[in-house]
């Protein structure tokens, strides 16, 4: 796609839907390979498998054009890593639940400790996609930072996460 669109697929919803299902896929094989949680490849399929039906679904039409603010080159790292990022902490997120909801002491921590494994090095890859972002701004527009609906949720969720890791740090 990235040759016959002649640009990084990333432009539209329907391309930022593969990036993600590809991450999903990807995020689902680590958390196996790493902790052996069989739930989570089935879980991690069918989501892939839902993102690409809904581009089947609802197909876009790929312009090979990109608005200027979109050619610079903090844009593609900037985006994958977000797409992976959210997709670890996807993962961290439905172990956390899976773990809490068996009620077994073992069992929870293991999945505890394993969520927040994938919560730190998600959030490592969210700091990195928003430093990128932040470069890739200044770039193109100019300024660092805007305020916009975006930028501002990026950041909320970035600072949850990062309340999560020091109240999981320091009040077990």
């Known amino acids: 796609m ?7 697929p990333l432009r539209t919803m329907g391309e930022t839907r593969l990036w993600y299902s ?4 990807v995020s689902g094989l680590f958390t196996y390979l790493r902790w052996r949680y069989k739930w989570i490849l089935s879980f991690s399929t069918v989501l892939s498998t839902v993102f690409i039906i809904l581009n089947i679904a609802k197909p876009e039409i790929h312009d090979q054009t990109l608005m200027p603010a979109l050619q610079s080159g903090w844009f ?5 890593v977000y797409m992976f990022s ?3 902490l996807g993962c961290a997120f439905l172990i956390a639940l899976f773990g809490l909801l068996r ?3 073992t069992a929870t921590s293991e999945m505890l400790n394993s969520a927040d494994t994938l919560i730190y090095i998600g959030t490592a890859f969210l700091t990195f996609g928003m430093l990128s972002g932040a470069i890739w701004a200044k ?5 660092f ?3 916009d609906p975006k930028e501002t949720w990026a950041l909320i969720t970035w600072l949850v996460y990062l309340l999560y890791m020091h109240l999981r740090i320091y009040r077990r």
Not at 139 to 143: D, E, I, K, M
């Open 2 to 8: 990235w040759i016959s669109l002649r640009r990084p």
């Open 22 to 25: 590809f991450f999903a896929g």
């Open 76 to 80: 593609i790292p900037h985006v994958t």
């Open 86 to 88: 959210y997709s670890l």
């Open 103 to 105: 009620r077994k002491d």
């Open 139 to 143: 770039q193109a527009w100019g300024h």
């Open 145 to 147: 930072w805007n305020w």
